[in-house]
């Protein structure tokens, strides 16, 4: 076979052939040998029609004899000059024989196309004490000519309940002045600017511009439930001024009922020192068990230079897994 019996075709939303070809590399292509759950399918194909907010989406596969044999996900934030490729894949039965550099030529066209100066990825890498990674993508990625980037690396973190159940210690009290709510997957008006706030400056600044911050939390909603997400909010009131200044979030795929994500979550900088980050986390996963009652793994990502957080996440029993450090080639 040689890369120019391959077909290219932009992964249209509407094309069951194609999303189902997709789906199935997708599916066995998964590596599930370590805490990873298989993909799910609602959410795949949630995921072609709901891009992120501020991001534009480009899905393309490659065909061979009409079966689905590669796939390329890129990623367009509105804000940076780089193009993402969140997903350059091939079946493991037709690997090493040119079609992920195919890809990854198509991805340097499309940034070109797109005026974008570098393309970047972001890779797993082995912690001293972890499991061993897949050193295939490193390898690929290298021969492509990207390099590792010295800054901005997440340490991913899993917990296992059947082995730690942080909620058997009971949740500390909430200090006086404080008061906890809770929410779904839609944030209720009321708190839908806060939450914008929080998630964009991280507890520093307050930004001024309130219908961007409040369209910002309802547009992440939008590509949630889109992609068939379920999600469950603790927040954290100040009670002598009313506002919101916490919050954090689990959500999860309608397909796999043991596995959920320990997404955002923020305090913001006057009212850190009290505990409630923990208080939150604790509560909420609480709140998430109530009404899932299957699960039992939990998966997070913190900046490795975020000790506070990896902290709290020991304490609640994470376990560092593996470090995702981010590849860049310039184009
Ligand atoms: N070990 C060492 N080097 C490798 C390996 C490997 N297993 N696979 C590819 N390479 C390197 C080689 O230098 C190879 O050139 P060569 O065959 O002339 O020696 C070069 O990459 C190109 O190889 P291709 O045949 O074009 O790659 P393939 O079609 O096998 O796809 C891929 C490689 C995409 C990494 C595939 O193994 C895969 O789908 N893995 C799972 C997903 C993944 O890891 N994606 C890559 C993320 S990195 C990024 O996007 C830049």
Known sequence: MTVNTLEWHRLDPDSEKLLDGWLTLSTESA?????????????????????PPDTELEDWVVCRD???????????????PVIRVDQLLVHPNHRRRGIGRALHERALERAAHHNRSVLSTTLSAALPDGPPVDETPAAFATAMGAVP??????????????????????????????????????????????????????????RSDGEVETSYARRFERMRIGRGRRAYHTGVLHEPSGQLIGYTSISKTTGNPEHALQGMTVVHVEHRGHGLGRIIKLANLELARRHEPRLRFLETTNAEDNAAMIAVNEALGFRPHDRWVVWNRMC
């Open 31 to 51: 590596d599930t040998s370590g805490y990873t759950p298989p993909p799910c399918p609602v959410d795949l194909v949630g995921s072609v029609r709901f891009a």
């Open 66 to 80: 009409g079966a689905v044999v590669g796939a390329l996900r890129l990623a367009l934030p509105a804000a940076a």
């Open 149 to 206: 980037s010295e800054k901005g690396a997440g340490i991913h973190q899993w917990l296992d309940l059947s082995e730690h159940d942080p909620l058997a210690a009971g949740i500390p009290p909430v200090p006086a002045g404080y008061r906890l709510v809770t929410w779904g997957t839609v944030t209720p008006d009321e708190y839908a600017l806060a939450v914008s706030t929080l998630e964009q400056s991280l507890g520093g600044e307050q």
